[in-house]
């Protein structure tokens, strides 16, 4: 599709420098409408006076939606049950953020019959592919304009320079030094001094949880009740997803939960490094995981923890929208339907111990050590099954003996491991 026949672009926006110049730039150099659109994923940014804004940087019109319920219930909380977590750390917030925004920017598109998208990610990060991937699984005919693919803007001082040539209103300064996404999951940081990964974090660079050193000195108990693998309580009292999970950050942020400094494998071939604030969606994670544990047998636990990975990577590399996410979470539903009961944490200094857990399905019987020896478990069983069990191993060593040698665990070369 030819610039020329690009009639209306709607930006997917937030009102931050990146955002607020590609209106003008998208008119200036397609000299199409622009339609803003921004979601509500709790992101705690001051909205009133965010469409004042737009408009006066020319935008037609803005959309905001608040979506923090249907990004918890349809995006967080399947991704919890998973129990997938990214490269061994990673909770996936910005991950599971984009695809419910891209979904929503092409549903206000269709709204306005425009020809395309355009949205503010770099061509050096993951956000672009999560953005533009959405948007071809969704509606594959509409163009996507991704300006720092196009434009000659190069640095920090050129964007605020761009503005300031077409009056675009705008409060960021050259001093910002942290590039930040925020939702009502977690608070990324990424750049400045946290690309050198030796350095440690600045402690006045977080905003979402207080240093280990200044969290309360004693322990603080939660309870967190869980239906068929859905948080839906905390102490005893029945809460909606959105009220949940702000009192989960609250009480996280308080005892520095959440923390986490890694260096991961971004999809477009890169490392980078980026520290998480994830209060809540770590206290979450964590009592599910202990949850799972009295309520999984052993084959579906050891089987979905393979799973995990494999969801966690789907959700990382923006494939949310795909069969294979599909056919995972119809696999997850069935392990989750006994996944139901309470979890007792204790947090403390940035620590989450667990304190105890209980369901009406679990699987760990107490009550089993006080039957007969014949109801349940007959001690001598054990040998027979410890004879098959091992019988590869023995048949192996049987070989060896039997050809004059002997097993080749016996008398291991410990020298190679003596230093010079």
């Given at each position: 599709?030819?610039?020329?026949?690009?009639?209306?672009?709607?930006?997917?926006?937030?009102?931050?420098?990146?955002?607020?110049?590609?209106?003008?730039w998208l008119k200036n150099n397609y000299g199409c409408e622009v339609v803003c659109f921004c979601a509500d994923l709790g992101q705690e940014e001051e909205l009133e006076g965010l469409e004042e804004k737009a408009i006066q940087t020319g935008a037609s019109k803005l959309y905001v939606r608040d979506l923090r319920e249907e990004f918890l219930t349809d995006f967080v909380f399947p991704t919890l049950q998973a129990g997938a977590?990214?490269?061994?750390?990673?909770?996936?917030?910005?991950?599971?953020?984009?695809?419910?925004?891209?979904?929503?920017l092409v549903e206000v598109a269709e709204l306005e019959n425009a020809d395309g998208i355009a949205h503010g990610c770099t061509g050096k990060g993951n956000d672009q592919v999560r953005f533009e991937v959405t948007v071809m699984a969704l509606n594959p005919k509409l163009k996507t304009i991704a300006p720092w693919r196009e434009?000659?803007?190069?640095?920090?001082?050129d964007a605020l320079a761009y503005a300031e040539e077409f009056h675009v209103p705008v409060r960021q300064s050259l001093k910002k030094i942290y590039s930040r996404d925020r939702n009502l999951f977690h608070l990324s940081h990424e750049g400045g001094p946290l690309e050198n990964p030796w350095n440690e974090p600045e402690e006045e660079m977080y905003q979402l949880s207080v240093s280990p050193q200044d969290a309360p000195d004693t322990p603080t108990y939660v309870e967190i009740g869980f239906e068929k693998g859905i948080p839906v309580s905390i102490n005893g009292e029945t809460l909606p997803p959105v009220d949940l999970f702000t009192r989960l950050n609250k009480v996280g942020s308080a005892n520095a939960i959440g923390r986490i400094d890694m260096v991961e494998n971004r999809l477009v071939g890169m490392k980078s490094r980026g520290v998480y604030e994830t209060p809540g969606g770590t206290i979450l994670h964590k009592a599910h995981q202990?949850?799972?544990?009295?309520c999984l047998d052993k084959q579906?636990?050891?089987?979905k923890d393979i799973l995990a990975v494999k969801y966690a990577e789907l959700v990382y590399n923006g494939l949310?929208?795909?069969?294979?996410?599909?056919?995972?979470?119809?696999?997850?539903?069935?392990t989750q339907e006994n996944v139901t009961g309470t979890v007792r944490l204790k947090l403390y200094k940035g620590n989450i111990i667990v304190a105890g857990r209980k369901s009406p399905f679990s699987l760990y019987r107490e009550d089993y050590a006080s039957f007969g020896e014949?109801?349940?478990?007959?001690?001598?069983?054990a040998e027979g099954f410890i004879q098959l069990f091992g019988l590869p191993v023995k048949v192996e060593a049987l070989l060896s003996i039997d050809g004059g040698g002997k097993s080749r665990y016996r008398q291991p070369d410990y020298t190679k491991f003596k230093r010079d």
């Open positions: 599709m030819a610039k020329e026949n690009v009639k209306k672009v709607v930006l997917a926006y937030s009102g931050g420098l990146d955002t607020s110049i590609i209106v003008p977590v990214y490269e061994r750390e990673y909770l996936l917030g910005t991950s599971f953020a984009r695809p419910i925004i891209a979904k929503h434009w000659d803007i190069r640095s920090r001082e202990a949850l799972e544990s009295i579906t636990m050891h089987y949310w929208y795909t069969r294979l996410r599909e056919a995972l979470d119809a696999f997850v539903q069935v014949e109801d349940v478990y007959n001690q001598k069983d």
